[in-house]
């Protein structure tokens, strides 16, 4: 079961400026930026965007047998409409913070839902496409119930934590998808659904 955020704002105002964003350099030309509750009303947002957007179960091969993956997942490809204007205007924000730095928009929206905590990903970086061979970036939207997202260089190492939930953002930028590994990891605490919200450049997964 979902619980609001006593300190969310309910007043949708639009996304906190993103100069406010705190910047972490990571080993090997990575780094994340951290915006604690950028999206006000994060919570309602969740709401709607668990009861509106068609959410599927997918399955994929592993090794020798055929798993379900471990979460709910919607893609909307850059020709399509976002399933909220919350969504669009996070993305212009995005854009407008980062088309410097970045050289380009971002294209895509993903979102998974995490339903309890035995949903959950696994390490990996998004080396799919251009992730593998060039610096791109990777944004975080994250609502719902704080989970931990976890990350780690490439081949091991110091692992670091952030709870993400309730409007707060990460974005992984540099050389992170490919020199480090992010995660999801499962918890036996009991813990609400959490939404994922995923801002990608184009041929980035």
Known sequence: MFQASLLDDTDERGPRPLSSARRTPLAHGAWVD????????????????????PWRAESRRMYERVVDVP????????TDALPDPVLDEAKTALDDHYAEELGEPFRTVGLC?????????????????????EDTMVAIL???????????????????????????????GGSCQRTWEHAIP??????GPRISIQFRPRNVR
């Open 142 to 172: 994250s609502v719902g119930t704080p989970r931990n997202l976890l990350l780690r260089p490439r081949g091991g190492g110091q692992t670091i934590r952030h709870e993400l939930g309730h409007g707060d953002l990460i974005v992984m």
């Open 71 to 78: 979460r709910l997942l919607a893609f909307y490809d850059e």
């Open 34 to 53: 951290v915006l604690p509750g950028w999206i006000p009303g994060a919570d309602a947002l969740f709401e709607r965007l668990h009861t509106s957007v």
């Open 113 to 133: 839902l995490y339903r309890d905590g035995r949903d959950s990903v696994a390490w990996h970086g998004d080396r799919i496409g251009r992730g593998a061979t």
């Open 186 to 191: 499962k918890t036996t605490r009991a813990t």
